[in-house]
């Protein structure tokens, strides 16, 4: 089951990522890239934390879970203040 998710997760971070048109500008594009790439780790990460077991990652899966969807509300937040 964790397996499907992770590929599940990466398919759809690809997906979004490729549908995207490039704007020229890195900054934007940069940030637009960004948001999918984070989701997709914060996919990956709950899947780890239902089927996995290691303590070491449980911590750095949880992590993931607390900082990455911050981080994307700070690129969304950027990409509305910046005209996109």
Known sequence: DADR???EAM???????????????PGVDFARMMIPHHQS?????EA????????????????IVASQPKEI???EAWLEENGT
């Open 48 to 63: 780890y934390l239902e089927h996995g077991d290691d303590p070491e990652l449980t911590r750095l899966a949880e992590h």
């Open 73 to 75: 509300e700070e690129f």
């Open 41 to 45: 780790a914060v996919d990956m990460a």
């Open 11 to 25: 398919q759809k971070m690809m997906q979004d990522m490729q549908s995207m048109e490039m704007t020229g500008d």
């Open 5 to 7: 998710a992770y590929m």
